[in-house]
Antibody, heavy 121, light 106 residues
Framework: EVQLVESGGGLVQPGGSLRLSCSAS????????MHWVRQAPGKGLEYVGA????????YYADSVQGRFIISRDNSKNTLYLQMSSLSSEDTAVYYC??????????????WGPGTLVTVSA | IQLTQSPASLSASVGDRITLTCRAS??????LAWYQQKPGNVPKLLIY???ALQSGVPSRFSGSGFGIDFTLNISSLQPEDFATYYC?????????FGGGTKVEIK
């Protein structure tokens, strides 16, 4: 059974940094591209970015480009999201997603439960 | 690529047929997915490739469209269908979402 569990969320001051982790199990992690999506309280879904299987390529939303870095450690079955220069607009639940075996065209059916990041003084 | 969903919200009754729309700012062929999200829950994949029903999703849900305009239909609304629905384009990065349509009980 595919399991994705995010961790690392919490309260951070504006301008601060935070690193989220997503621990994966139940599938061959090194063979799956991975993605991050976030959702501000009471708002819609916002795509954050993705990383290829070997970590050599990453993709980001314009809103986080240059501030967020997605990485992975295939030996630990773990995905990371390093966030810096945080503002209140980054307050959200952050979800990690497993890319389907046949690529993104199949949609995302595996989501973690999410971890809440609150940016506030 | 921007996705515009309409309406932003709608009120309907159990048994109603409803149509939700999603318009892309440029052509995306059939690279579109629909999700359902209930309060406090993770989004659930309903439809992918614009019209393919995800395994386990009731057949009252159907999707259609190509290029720019897409629709999600629910043929006979059930109490468990009251939720917020999102479209997502899967054509090019970043894989953007629409703003959502909230379906409420009339």
């Amino acid at each position: 059974e595919v399991q994705l569990v995010e961790s690392g969320g919490g309260l951070v001051q504006p301008g601060g940094s935070l690193r989220l982790s997503c621990s994966a199990s139940g599938f061959t992690f090194r063979s799956s591209a991975m993605h991050w999506v976030r959702q501000a309280p009471g708002k819609g879904l916002e795509y954050v970015g993705a990383i290829t299987t070997n970590g050599r390529a990453t993709y980001y939303a314009d809103s986080v480009q240059g501030r967020f870095i997605i990485s992975r450690d295939n030996s630990k079955n773990t995905l990371y999201l390093q966030m810096s220069s945080l503002s209140s607009e980054d307050t959200a639940v952050y979800y990690c997603l497993k890319e389907p075996d046949y690529g993104t065209s199949s949609g995302f059916d595996y989501w973690g439960p999410g971890t809440l990041v609150t940016v506030s003084a | 690529i921007q996705l515009t969903q309409s309406p932003a919200s709608l009120s309907a009754s159990v048994g109603d047929r409803i149509t939700l729309t999603c318009r892309a700012s440029q052509g995306i062929a059939t690279s579109l997915a629909w999700y359902q999200q209930k309060p406090g829950n993770v989004p659930k994949l309903l439809i992918y490739a614009a019209s393919a029903l995800q395994s386990g999703v009731p057949s009252r849900f159907s999707g259609s469209g190509f290029g720019i305009d897409f629709t999600l239909n629910i043929s006979s609304l059930q109490p468990e269908d009251f939720a917020t629905y999102y479209c997502q384009q899967l054509s090019s990065y970043p894989l953007t979402f629409g703003g959502g349509t909230k379906v409420e009980i009339k």
